[in-house]
């Protein structure tokens, strides 16, 4: 069984960082793509940013230049550094992945519970 938790999320202000960690534990033969989607009230969950496992980046253009996302493929953790930050930043990040759990599977994506970041004065 395969877990994603995310961690680091809180209230900060505007300006301000923080880092988000996402720890992936349980059945894992490999894990290809990742990323970080966020959700504020009453709007869809977006993406944020994603990296392959090659550690090439994508980032949606609001968060360009202000967050960065990084991966430790020997610690099976994902961050999302995030500078700059503002009151629209504000909602859930969620991570998610896409696992191989055997040499026999196929992937698929799982998601963490979310962790709350608001930007707020």
């Known amino acids: 069984q395969v877990q994603l938790v995310e961690s680091g999320g809180g209230l900060v202000q505007p300006g301000g960082s923080l880092r988000l960690s996402c720890a992936v534990s349980g059945s894992i033969f490999s894990i290809n793509a990742m990323g970080w989607y966020r959700q504020a009230p009453g709007k869809q969950r977006e993406l944020v940013a994603a990296i392959t496992n090659g550690g090439r980046t994508n980032y949606a253009d609001s968060v360009k230049g202000r967050f960065t996302i990084s991966r430790d493929n020997a610690k099976n953790t994902l961050y999302l550094q995030m500078n700059s930050l503002k009151p629209e930043d504000t909602g859930v990040y969620y991570c998610?992945?896409?696992?191989?759990?055997?040499?026999?599977?196929?992937?698929?994506?799982?998601w963490g519970q979310g962790t709350q970041v608001t930007v707020s004065s």
């Open positions: 998610n992945a896409d696992i191989v759990a055997n040499r026999w599977s196929y992937p698929s994506g799982y």
